[in-house]
């Protein structure tokens, strides 16, 4: 009884956490995937809707009153509209001529995005530094330790409140993104200029225009989540770090190319990582994680969702 | 014309007489004297990194303003910090900047973490430079080195000391001594070095079963799998033992989620980053309340005044071991170098070495009492013992020391 309890346990706590992991790569893939821009920033983003949440949720809660909790998940839908604006002045302004124009005979390399978004990433961090300092920061709220709890001592099972929240509300999100890209003329679009930009062009989409949207929906994505994600996890100017190889690794593994791909490649990140702690030591759950990544790396280098034809 | 020529001859004699009356003044400047401090100035230990710093540069600022090194002509003492990063790479990569940007450094204090510190020292022990530090792991002065001490107990020190003392008060308090004792702690080398005293010298010795044993690797992304554990054993006494805040943040809560927090399985931990200022706004007192944190120093009875001061200037609500041992730490430099007369990197590690203090720079230390074995660690060092009471962490153990009395958490 209690080696299924601590399965089940398990397996609760990796679906929330996978969730969660799920849309954070989602968010990377609209970037990786659409635009084939390598996006080294894409952590620092996530950390600013932590800071926006942070701010916008202390002020909600100041002025009308309402729990931290809930204040957060109106500073993360606040965050959607206003980095949604950031995405698009930045690419824009700096990101786009850098970005790799496949419908004309200009090319850039990864390289110059790498350079760049690392460039990007360090000012956003030491930004952060200097108006927030090294003090970790978190929106402190009882829903982090509060459970709905089924079974009896013997058994019992607990789901976090707060986790099981913000999971459907990234799940949410990721659905209501995959709906703008797979039902509306926008999306339609933005999946043509990532597919064949040159045919796209012909027949008269403004590539770079969607190139933009899909830069700006992901940022809105990733600090949507990061907004909410500050309710359980302290942060600091360095906390993108901790996710951005998560992230990289769940787009890879899920499908370059691939949006649900690349939510499923989170969704089971999130999984293996949890579910390594019934085999091994919880010191070695990345390590177990990398070795699932590497050899799906070696045995389906498309991504387990994705299509060959996409890396094309 | 004329006027220019005499405007210019006024000039130059108003220069030449200013250089000759300042010239003999400047030839009695004191030089400057530098000292290093390598510590995590970003990463997710920036915290303790910043701490450090604030701790320093009042020193340098008290010493400076009393005159600096009388026995060297007033020389003033510099401060010169370098970011110790988020890994022993970057902290060793630091090292050795530090050394090539500043050929004139005279001593060094840092790096926070052991492994930081380990790297950092491998560095400096090569150039002869002077350094102290308030890290635990008994392989910093463990490895022969001839130019390091170690002003806190080593990790062996801490872990000797510290069960038996957490277990004497629960048995004053319950009449019960705990049989069963639980780990969770992290994977860095100074927890691991602490860990492996406690598993191998004192759960047999104090007849303890260990029925949980859970190391994790820092960020812990989640605590459920470590935390079920501990709820299904239930030991009379768990440590745990997370470096960053965030670490600890999601242990805790997932306690409280587990209905196992709030003193119904007590808790003990380790490192003064578990009794920082940033674990209340983050993780809240009540929480908190009741844990037992084991530090190599800290706020004291004796350094009260001290204290006060030091959380005034520094507007930080109380003063952390990354604070008063930085403090303490230039002032012990300090010392040296007035005795020795010289800023000669060997002969001031010599005098380091031969420091036997029990007033002065030893009042930022508890214990009150700084003399250095061969090895470089500090004789006596006295494990202290904090609990978090009331939303605030006070020393309770050693007697002498004590701010507060230890009250044993009530199991409900």
Same mark, same amino acid.
């Given at each position: 009884?209690?080696?299924?309890?601590?399965? *089940?346990?398990?397996?609760?706590?990796?679906?929330?956490?996978?969730?969660?992991y799920?849309?954070?790569?989602?968010?990377?893939?609209l970037?990786?995937g659409i635009?084939?821009?390598?996006n080294?920033?894409?952590?620092?983003?996530? *950390?600013?809707?932590?800071?926006?949440?942070?701010?916008?949720?202390?002020?909600?809660?100041?002025?009308i009153?309402?729990?931290?909790?809930?204040?957060?998940?109106?500073?993360?839908?606040?965050?959607?509209?206003?980095?949604?604006?950031?995405?698009?002045?930045?690419?824009?302004?700096?990101?786009?001529?850098i970005?790799?124009?496949?419908?004309?005979?200009?090319?850039?390399?990864?390289?110059?995005?790498?350079?760049?978004?690392?460039?990007?990433?360090?000012?956003?961090?030491?930004?952060?530094?200097l108006?927030?300092?090294?003090?970790?920061? /978190?929106?402190?709220?009882?829903?982090?330790?509060?459970?709905?709890?089924?079974?009896?001592?013997?058994?019992?099972?607990?789901?976090?409140?707060?986790?099981?929240?913000?999971?459907?509300l990234?799940?949410?999100?990721?659905?209501?993104?995959?709906?703008?890209?797979?039902?509306?003329?926008?999306?339609?679009?933005?999946?043509?200029?990532?597919?064949?930009?040159?045919?796209?062009?012909?027949?008269?989409?403004?590539?770079?225009?969607?190139?933009?949207i899909?830069?700006?929906? /992901?940022?809105?994505?990733?600090a949507?989540?990061?907004?909410?994600?500050?309710?359980?996890?302290p942060?600091?100017?360095?906390?993108?770090?901790?996710?951005?190889?998560?992230?990289?690794?769940?787009?890879?593994?899920?499908?370059l190319?691939?949006?649900?791909?690349?939510?499923?490649?989170?969704?089971?990140?999130?999984?293996v990582?949890?579910?390594?702690?019934?085999?091994?030591?919880?010191?070695?759950?990345?390590a177990?994680l990398?070795l699932?990544?590497?050899?799906a790396?070696?045995?389906?280098?498309?991504?387990?969702?994705?299509?060959?034809? *996409?890396?094309? | 014309m004329?006027?220019?020529?005499?405007?210019?001859?006024?000039?130059?004699?108003?220069?030449?007489?200013?250089?000759?009356?300042?010239?003999?003044?400047?030839?009695?400047?004191?030089?400057?004297?530098?000292?290093?401090?390598?510590?995590?100035?970003?990463?997710?230990?920036?915290?303790?990194?910043?701490?450090?710093?604030a701790?320093?540069?009042?020193?340098?600022?008290?010493?400076?303003?009393?005159?600096?090194?009388?026995?060297?002509?007033g020389?003033?003492?510099?401060?010169?910090?370098?970011?110790?990063?988020?890994?022993p790479e970057?902290?060793?990569?630091?090292?050795?900047?530090?050394?090539?940007?500043?050929?004139?450094?005279?001593?060094?204090?840092?790096?926070?973490?052991?492994?930081?510190?380990?790297?950092?020292t491998?560095?400096?022990?090569?150039?002869?430079?002077?350094?102290?530090?308030?890290?635990?792991s008994?392989?910093?002065?463990?490895?022969?080195?001839?130019?390091i001490?170690?002003?806190?107990?080593?990790?062996?020190?801490?872990?000797?000391?510290?069960?038996?003392?957490?277990?004497?008060?629960?048995?004053r308090?319950?009449?019960?001594?705990?049989?069963?004792?639980?780990?969770? *702690?992290?994977?860095?080398?100074?927890?691991?070095?602490?860990?492996?005293?406690?598993?191998?010298?004192?759960?047999?010795?104090?007849?303890l079963?260990?029925v949980?044993?859970e190391?994790?690797?820092?960020?812990l992304?989640?605590?459920?799998?470590?935390i079920?554990?501990?709820?299904?054993?239930?030991?009379?006494?768990?440590?745990?033992?997370?470096v960053?805040?965030?670490d600890?943040?999601?242990?805790?809560?997932?306690?409280?989620?587990?209905?196992?927090?709030?003193?119904?399985?007590?808790?003990?931990?380790?490192?003064?980053?578990?009794?920082?200022?940033?674990?209340?706004?983050?993780?809240?007192?009540d929480?908190?309340?009741?844990?037992?944190?084991v530090?190599?120093?800290?706020?004291?009875?004796?350094?009260?005044?001290?204290?006060?001061?030091?959380?005034?200037?520094?507007?930080?609500?109380?003063?952390?071991?990354?604070?008063?041992?930085?403090?303490?730490?230039?002032?012990?430099?300090?010392?040296?170098?007035?005795?020795?007369?010289?800023?000669?990197r060997?002969?001031?590690?010599?005098?380091?070495?031969?420091?036997?203090?029990?007033?002065?720079?030893?009042?930022?230390?508890?214990?009150?009492?700084?003399?250095?074995?061969?090895m470089?660690?500090?004789?006596?060092?006295?494990?202290?013992?904090?609990?978090?009471?009331?939303?605030?962490?006070?020393?309770?153990?050693?007697?002498?020391?004590a701010?507060?009395?230890?009250?044993?958490?009530?199991?409900?």
């Open positions: 009884m209690a080696e299924l309890e601590i399965v *089940a346990q398990t397996m609760i706590a990796a679906l929330m956490i996978g969730c969660i799920g849309a954070l790569c989602a968010s990377l893939s970037i990786f635009m084939r821009f390598v080294f920033a894409h952590g620092e983003f996530m *950390a600013a809707g932590m800071y926006f949440s942070f701010l916008a949720a202390g002020l909600l809660t100041a002025l009153g309402v729990t931290p909790f809930l204040a957060a998940v109106i500073a993360a839908l606040m965050a959607v509209p206003l980095f949604y604006g950031i995405g698009r002045l930045l690419h824009v302004g700096l990101l786009s001529r970005s790799p124009d496949l419908a004309s005979a200009t090319s850039h390399t990864h390289q110059s995005q790498l350079v760049v978004t690392l460039g990007l990433s360090l000012i956003l961090q030491n930004g952060a530094l108006l927030f300092g090294s003090v970790p920061r /978190s929106i402190s709220n009882p829903t982090t330790t509060e459970a709905w709890t089924f079974g009896s001592d013997d058994f019992m099972l607990f789901i976090n409140k707060g986790r099981f929240f913000i999971a459907a990234g799940l949410a999100a990721v659905v209501v993104t995959q709906l703008i890209l797979k039902r509306t003329s926008i999306g339609a679009r933005m999946r043509g200029a990532a597919d064949d930009a040159v045919a796209a062009v012909l027949v008269g989409i403004e590539t770079r225009r969607y190139y933009g899909a830069f700006g929906i /992901s940022l809105a994505l990733t949507f989540m990061g907004a909410l994600i500050a309710t359980y996890y942060f600091h100017p360095f906390v993108g770090l901790d996710f951005l190889i998560i992230m990289y690794a769940g787009v890879i593994l899920g499908g190319g691939s949006f649900m791909g690349s939510f499923l490649g989170g969704l089971l990140i999130g999984i990582q949890q579910a390594s702690n019934l085999f091994v030591p919880i010191q070695l759950q990345n177990v990398f699932i990544f590497l050899l790396i070696i045995l389906r280098p498309q991504g387990i969702f994705g299509k060959q034809a *996409a890396r094309v | 004329e006027s220019i020529t005499r405007r210019y001859f006024v000039g130059a004699l108003a220069v030449v007489g200013a250089a000759i009356t300042m010239t003999p003044a400047m030839a009695q400047q004191p030089a400057e004297l530098k000292v290093g401090l390598v510590a995590p100035f970003s990463g997710p230990n920036a915290r303790s990194g910043a701490l450090m710093k701790g320093a540069e009042l020193a340098v600022e008290d010493i400076n303003a009393k005159g600096g090194i009388a026995s060297l002509n020389a003033k003492l510099k401060l010169v910090t370098i970011d110790a990063g988020d890994s970057k902290a060793k990569s630091a090292a050795q900047r530090l050394l090539s940007q500043e050929p004139d450094l005279i001593a060094g204090i840092g790096a926070w973490l052991s492994s930081y510190t380990l790297a950092v491998e560095v400096t022990e090569r150039a002869g430079l002077p350094w102290l530090t308030f890290s635990y008994d392989l910093l002065t463990g490895r022969g080195f001839n130019y001490v170690q002003t806190s107990p080593t990790s062996g020190e801490i872990a000797s000391a510290s069960v038996p003392s957490i277990m004497a008060l629960a048995e308090a319950t009449g019960k001594r705990p049989k069963t004792f639980g780990i969770v *702690a992290d994977s860095t080398l100074s927890v691991q070095s602490f860990v492996g005293g406690i598993k191998s010298n004192v759960l047999k010795a104090q007849g079963e260990l949980v044993d190391t994790f690797t820092s960020p992304s989640d605590a459920t799998s470590a079920q554990k501990v709820r299904r054993a239930r030991p009379d006494l768990l440590l745990i033992y997370p960053n805040v965030g600890a943040k999601a242990i805790l809560e997932k306690m409280k989620e587990f209905g196992i927090g709030g003193g119904r399985v007590p808790v003990m931990t380790v490192n003064p980053s578990n009794a920082s200022p940033e674990m209340l706004s983050n993780i809240g007192g929480l908190l309340q009741g844990m037992f944190v530090v190599g120093n800290w706020e004291s009875k004796q350094q009260a005044a001290l204290a006060e001061q030091l959380r005034r200037r520094s507007g930080e609500p109380w003063v952390t071991e990354d604070m008063i041992s930085s403090y303490g730490q230039i002032w012990l430099i300090k010392d040296a170098l007035e005795r020795t007369k010289s800023a000669d060997k002969t001031l590690m010599d005098a380091i070495r031969a420091t036997n203090v029990k007033n002065g720079p030893a009042d930022y230390f508890v214990g009150g009492d700084v003399r250095f074995d061969k470089g660690r500090r004789v006596g060092a006295p494990m202290v013992l904090l609990q978090w009471q009331g939303g605030k962490p006070f020393t309770v153990a050693p007697e002498s020391a701010m507060a009395t230890a009250v044993w958490p009530k199991s409900q």
